[in-house]
C-alpha cells in the first residue's frame, strides 16, 4: 500500500493490518512477563518489513492501546490508576522513543533528525528519566520489586554459604537486603537505568533488522557494520569522565555537597551513554570486518559459535566489551572502515 507521507521523496501510505497487529503484539507482548522485552520489536519490524509511516503509526496505535488496556482494567478489575499510571508513562516513552530511533520523520526540520547514535542516546535518556521518575512514584511498584529480588539473591547466598559459621557471621555484617538495595539504586542512579534502556533499544533495533532480513528482500539498510557515532563524542566522554572525578571530590556544605553530588550522577549518565555508543562503534568495525571476509560456511559457523560462548563467558565477555569500546574509541584516529571513495574514515560525519 501507498502513502500520503513523504518518504524520502516517495509517497508511502502505512500498511494498516501490519500496523494493527505490531501494535496489539508490542502491548501483549509488555504485559507478558518473560517476553516482556521484545514489546518494541514490532514497530522495528513496521519499520524496516514495511516504511517509517507504519512504524510510526504502529507507535501511536501501541500507545492508544495500552492506554486502553489500562483503562478497562481499572474500570472491570478495579485496579488503582495509580498502579497504572508509572506502567503507562514507561511504556509511551520507550515506545515513542524507539520509533523516533528507527522511522525519524523525514518532514521534520534537520534538527529533530539527527543521526542514529544521538537519536538512541536521546530516547535511551528520555526511557531513563521516566523509569526514574516512576520509580520515585507512590503508585509505583518499582522499590518493591528490588527489595524482592535483593531477599532472593540474599537467600540464594545464604544458601550457597551453608553451615560455615564464619562465612555466616561475615554476610550477616556485611551483607543484607538493605545494603543490596542500597548497591542497586546507586548502581542505578550511576548509569545502570540508561544503560538498561540503551541496550532494550539497541538490541530491538538489530533484532528488527534481522527479522526484516529474513522477512524480505532486498535487505534493509541500517545494519551494525554502517553504525557511526560523531567524532566529537571523544570530548563529551573526557569531559564527563573529568566531571566524574572532579564532582566526586567538591561539596563544602549541604548545598555544594547536593549540587556536586547531582552534577556527578550526570557525569556518570553522560559518561555511560559515550562508553555504549563507542562499543556498538566498536562492534559495527568489527562486523565489518566479518562481512567482507571471505571464509568457508564450517569455519564460519565455528566462529560465530566461538563469539557466542566468548559473549556468555563471565569475565573474558567483560574483557571483550572493553576492546570493543577501545576500538571504536580508535576509529577516531585510524581509519578502520576506509571508504571505497576516497580512504577517509567513515566517522566525522557520514552514515548513522
Known amino acids: 500500500m501507498n502513502s500520503k507521507i513523504p518518504e524520502g521523496g516517495k509517497i508511502l501510505l502505512p500498511a494498516f493490518f501490519p500496523v494493527l497487529v505490531g501494535a496489539a503484539l ?24 514495511f516504511n517509517a509511516a507504519s512504524s510510526r503509526l504502529c507507535a501511536f496505535f501501541a500507545v492508544l492501546g495500552n492506554g486502553i488496556f489500562a483503562l478497562w482494567a481499572g474500570v472491570f478489575l478495579h485496579l488503582p490508576f495509580a498502579a497504572a499510571a508509572p506502567d503507562l508513562v514507561y511504556f509511551s516513552v ?18 529533530f533528525r539527527p543521526r542514529a547514535a544521538y537519536r538512541l542516546a536521546v530516547s535511551s ?29 540474599m537467600s540464594l547466598y545464604n544458601a550457597s554459604v551453608g553451615a560455615d559459621v564464619v562465612e555466616q557471621s561475615l554476610s550477616s ?44 528482500r532486498p535487505c534493509p539498510d541500517g545494519g551494525l557494520a554502517g553504525f557511526h557515532t560523531s ?9 564527563s569522565l573529568a566531571g566524574v572525578l572532579v564532582f566526586r571530590l567538591l561539596g563544602a556544605g549541604l548545598f555544594a555537597q547536593t549540587a556536586a553530588f547531582l552534577a556527578e550522577l550526570a557525569s556518570w549518565n553522560i559518561l555511560l551513554i559515550c ?13 565489518y570486518w566479518y562481512s567482507r571476509r571471505v571464509m568457508p560456511p564450517l569455519f564460519r559457523f565455528f566462529l560465530n559459535l566461538l563469539l557466542i560462548i566468548v559473549i556468555f563467558s563471565p569475565g573474558i565477555n567483560m574483557v571483550l566489551l572493553a576492546v570493543l569500546a577501545l576500538l571504536g574509541i580508535a576509529e577516531n584516529w585510524i581509519p578502520f572502515r576506509v571508504s571505497g571513495t576516497n580512504g577517509s574514515p567513515p566517522t566525522p560525519g557520514s552514515g548513522e
Open 26 to 49: 508490542s502491548v501483549g507482548l509488555s504485559r507478558s512477563g518473560f517476553l516482556g522485552f521484545l514489546f518494541l520489536l514490532p514497530l522495528g519490524v513496521n519499520a524496516f518489513c
Open 125 to 153: 535518556a528520555a526511557g531513563a528519566l521516566a523509569f526514574l521518575a516512576c520509580a520515585s512514584g507512590t503508585g509505583s511498584g518499582v522499590p518493591a520489586m528490588i527489595r524482592s529480588q535483593a531477599e532472593i539473591f
Open 94 to 111: 520507550n515506545v515513542l522513543g524507539f520509533a523516533w530511533v528507527v522511522a525519524p520523520p523525514s518532514r521534520l526540520p534537520v534538527f
Open 275 to 287: 562508553v555504549m555508543l563507542y562499543l556498538a562503534q566498536g562492534g559495527a568495525i568489527l562486523a
Open 231 to 239: 567524532s566529537r563524542q571523544i570530548w563529551v566522554l573526557s569531559f
Open 173 to 216: 555484617q556485611y551483607i543484607s537486603v538493605d545494603n543490596i538495595v542500597a548497591v542497586i539504586e546507586a548502581v542505578g542512579l550511576r548509569g545502570g537505568v540508561v544503560f538498561s534502556c540503551m541496550l532494550l533499544l539497541f538490541i530491538s533495533r538489530q533484532l528488527s533488522l534481522v527479522i526484516a532480513r529474513i522477512a524480505r
